[in-house]
RNA sequence: GGCGACAUAGCCAAGUGGUAAGGCAGAGGUCUGCAAAACCUCCAUCCCCGGUUCAAAUCCGGGUGUCGCCUCCA
């Protein structure tokens, strides 16, 4: 299976560090406001990368941390006006919701910054101590000359981080590119008891210490969007590099930026939008089907039409399962699909290629509707297709969206109007035909005549 | 200024040396009172120029264009 590195900037085969076993850490959210659509992205990218290593055989250790103390959470709970305890609490509640509501499988550990403080402030101490970190008023710094390898992930070099135009002169920094470990606190914030006097840790250490704990000193691919790669990324390996002498992670991933009719996503342009805005229009298959068409590592540009499109692509697997009654299929898989998992174990293998992994359930899906062939092939495709595409997150939900769950009375009602159709087509009344077949679609009831007799579905 | 990415049909998107996966949309056909569904068929030579090669979307050089990171950010 080969992976894209970016400490490496290529490919490389992965190998785990335990046989067997994959240890991921993957950035949560900070959790100051819903989660827009980009970050959607990352997470759906990585439970998708979980869930392929379950697939393939793999016991997953899958940490996701909550970073739930940081300075737009304090800055939200002075616009919300409530303490920042309460921000930090309804925003992690409305992450698991959305989460969850995407088909996002829970991680195996989820802790929160937090719960952590001691063990924050010990590493910061730690870094200390080793000659790597200094304090100034109260604040903690990460001092990073004193690591030469420092800038190895995302290709930087000390030199070149000029303070510039956009870079905030601090003062009290020995030099522009060192980064905060402990903040001191200011009147009204919330603040811990340190070494250094009440304040807060910086946003770079807690995952180290995180990550550490779950998954120990080194653990197998760190994750994230491609924005953290620098500074949040470099800025962990630095400090776990400073404080064991190892690299923190042995694979770096990241996904690519989101854009919203190919501008950045901001408030000021007006188009940002959470991923429970876009949940309320769309199916969380969609969204998936919207990410997953394209690879990971790629911009990729969301739009309204693209986003339908999805909505379309994904229901040709619904009405691929309801042509051969996948409900109903009592045999199992018996490896005459065998090609089609190889086909996509393959594009999977390569770096995640969801795009050409895709195409495999289209191939499958087709093979379903496929009048021409065999019922036991069909039925095949149908249980491949179901088999693979629960590893790429779909047909979470599949019984509640194959089953037409109407009531007695309705669905007598809705046959009783079809007994009444079926007299006014006897006597070639059209007009009256007609006007049922669109009432009836009105309601979200679509009708198709077959020589059997007319058939009816709720709409997808 | 530093680092990096991308440019494939109407749209989205795979494909990194041997003559273009897949999806959406569209066209024609079978079927139908009509429609829907289903099935069949059709729909690109890969931004431009030059080079390497028997052979390039795929490698090299040069253009042009778009974008990202360097600052909190997925």
């Not at 980009?38 to 909550?66: P, S």
Request: proline residues 4%; negative net charge.
């Amino acid at each position: 299976m080969l992976l894209y590195n970016t400490l490496k900037r290529a490919k490389e085969e992965f190998v785990p560090l335990t046989p067997g076993r994959v240890k991921i850490y993957a950035c949560g959210p900070t959790v100051y406001n819903y989660f827009h659509i980009g970050n959607a992205r990352a997470f759906l990218t990585f439970d998708v990368l979980r869930r392929y290593f379950e697939f393939r055989g793999f016991k997953v250790d899958y940490v996701q941390n909550i970073t739930d103390i940081e300075d737009k959470i304090i800055a939200q709970s002075l616009e919300e006006e409530v303490p920042f305890r309460e921000i930090a609490e309804k925003y992690t509640r409305a992450f698991l919701e959305d989460s969850a509501a995407l088909g996002i499988k829970k991680p195996t550990h989820q802790p929160r910054a937090t719960e952590l403080l001691p063990q924050i402030i010990a590493a910061i101490e730690a870094l200390v101590k080793k000659g790597f970190a200094y304090e100034v008023n109260g604040d903690v710094y990460f001092d990073t000359s004193a690591l030469p390898e420092y800038g190895q992930l995302s290709g930087k070099k000390i030199e070149d981080q000029l303070p510039g135009a956009r870079v905030l002169e601090n003062v009290q920094k020995r030099n522009p590119a060192d980064f905060t470990l402990w903040k001191a606190g200011k009147p009204g914030e919330p603040v811990w008891k340190s070494p250094w006097g009440e304040g807060r840790p910086g946003w770079h250490t807690e995952c180290v210490v995180m990550s550490q704990k779950f998954l120990g000193e080194t653990f197998d691919i760190h994750g994230g969007g491609s924005d953290l790669v620098f500074p949040h990324h470099e800025n962990e390996l630095a400090q776990a590099l400073a404080l064991t002498g190892k690299p923190l992670a042995r694979y770096w991933m990241h996904n690519g930026f989101l854009n919203i009719d190919g501008d950045k996503m901001s408030k000021s342009l007006n188009n940002f939008f959470t991923a429970r805005d876009i949940l309320a229009q769309h199916s969380a298959e969609a969204i998936r089907f919207f990410f997953l068409s394209k690879h990971y590592r790629s911009p990729i540009d969301f739009t309204r039409e693209l986003i339908e499109e999805s909505e379309r692509a994904v229901s040709n697997f619904y009405s691929a399962l309801r042509a051969v009654d996948y409900k109903n299929i009592i045999c199992s898989l018996d490896g005459s699909c065998q090609d089609s998992e190889q086909a996509f174990t393959e594009a999977m293998d390569d770096d995640l290629n969801t795009a050409r992994a895709l195409a495999v359930l289209f191939e499958l899906a087709r093979k379903c509707k496929n009048e021409q062939l065999p019922r036991s092939q069909r039925e095949q495709a149908a249980l491949m297709l179901v088999r693979l595409g629960e590893v790429l997150g779909f047909f979470t939900d599949l019984c509640q969206r194959l089953s037409e769950a109407l009531p007695d009375l309705s669905r007598q009602l809705v046959e009783l109007l079809l007994r009444y159709r079926r007299e006014a087509r006897a006597n070639k009344d059209w007009a009256l035909s007609d006007k049922i077949r669109d009432d009836l679609e009105h309601l979200g009831i679509e009708l198709r005549d077959t020589p059997d007799g007319c058939e009816w579905k709720l709409k997808d």
